[in-house]
């Protein structure tokens, strides 16, 4: 049986090293961080029944995903520019999309698998085919690897995905700016009251504010701007102040409660241009080598990315396990599955997007998604 080889510890990656653990089957990860603690892995995460949940049953790990679910969090408020709140609709425990901390996620994932699984401060230089299946990775430093089966969970700018796909992310000409307020209800309680227990949505045409409710009363927020990508690297970031500035400077008029979200981060502002691979991504079978997650499919954001990437890990798993001798039937099966399946997240994502970034009604258009209205 192959050892399959897997660029990248996100959670793509770890969950097809787990679930191919459950099966018996070792795997090697190697990961271009330090260390687990290398960089903080993100905010709240809504984990979704269809995809990321049924991934974490095929990891045998929902108990502990479980006992990691923030009450409350799957409460939705959609405010209008000037505060009126719009929409307000709570968590009703159904847990349908409950949400998770990513790090706290990723953990158990590590947790979940043997010692010496992942192999850190792996970054790598670059990749080549040695034909028959078999390809070369080479790492910073100079050391290499050899395998044949070779997976892409390293995220937008794989360095595996040039193998079997010419494919480059665009910028889709929206960003978002991340800031934090940390101890919100004591120390920045107007805006936490306006967040509120869940997810806030504050939008208006080409530009919005978004944040969520995470523990300990910290506000994770993103503003999001439909703007040049030179318009974004004309702002200077390594002066937070400066930066934060000319942000919030686009949201004059906005309500004072909204416009803290950037004003009053406790944590200097970082860019995040978004950006997607092609519509109806996908490639030819291509022999030892395959992607999963953002390396596969990245789109604009709508909750649905992380969800994908462990749902295609464990897709990918199983598929591997169904075919442990046979390494091209295996990723056959799991790409026949895969293209559609992200075809059709990829139109719901762009739609999601259109409604809360690129919606000149906005937002009408969202509200009209979450009250049901404009349904046919």
């Known amino acids: 049986m192959t050892t399959p080889t897997i660029i990248g510890a996100g959670l793509g ?7 191919l653990h459950v099966h018996g089957i070792p795997a090697t990860v190697y990961e271009a961080e330090a260390s687990p603690m290398a960089r903080t892995q993100g905010g709240m995460l809504d984990i979704h029944d269809h995809n990321g949940q049924p991934a974490l049953q095929a990891a045998a790990l929902f108990d502990e995903f479980s006992d990691l679910i923030l009450e409350g969090g799957e409460a939705t408020r959609i405010l209008d520019r000037d505060g009126t709140v719009l929409f307000d ?12 901390l990513r790090g706290a996620l ?4 590590l947790d979940s698998l043997p010692a010496g699984t992942v192999r850190w401060g792996r970054k790598v230089s670059g990749v080549r085919s040695l034909g028959g299946g078999r390809h070369e990775v080479a790492f910073a430093g100079g050391a290499t690897v050899l395998t044949s089966l070779l997976i892409g969970a390293d995220g937008a700018w794989s360095r595996v995905r040039p193998l079997p796909s010419d494919a480059v992310p665009e910028y889709v000409g929206t960003s978002f700016v991340e800031t934090y307020l940390l101890d919100s209800d004591t120390r920045h309680p107007a805006a936490a009251k306006a967040v509120g227990g ?5 939008i208006a045409p080409g530009q919005g504010i978004t944040a969520h409710r995470e523990s300990g009363g910290t506000l994770h927020a993103y503003t999001m701007l439909n703007k040049p990508k030179e318009w974004l690297d004309g702002v200077d970031f390594t002066d937070p102040a400066v930066a934060t500035a000319r942000i919030a400077g686009e949201y004059a008029g906005w309500a004072p409660e909204l416009t803290a979200l950037i004003t009053d981060s406790d944590t200097a502002p970082v860019p995040r241009p978004i950006h997607s691979l092609p519509e109806g991504h996908r490639w030819d079978r291509v022999p030892g080598v395959t992607l999963l997650g953002d390396a596969a499919h990245l789109m604009p954001p709508s909750g649905e990315g992380a969800n994908l990437a462990m749902y295609d890990g464990a897709e990918l798993g199983r598929a591997i396990a169904t075919h442990p001798d046979d390494t091209e039937a295996a990723l056959a099966a799991y790409e026949k599955a895969l293209f559609p399946r992200s075809a059709a997240a990829f139109t719901e994502a762009v739609d999601a997007f259109r409604l809360c970034c690129r919606d000149d009604n906005a937002p009408r258009g969202l509200l009209d998604m979450f009250t049901g209205h404009g349904q046919s």
């Open 106 to 109: 990723r953990q158990i994932l």
């Open 13 to 19: 990656g770890l969950t097809l090293a787990r679930v």
């Open 198 to 202: 869940g997810a806030l949505f504050a």
């Open 89 to 100: 609709e709570p968590d009703d425990g159904a847990r349908r999309r409950p949400e998770v």
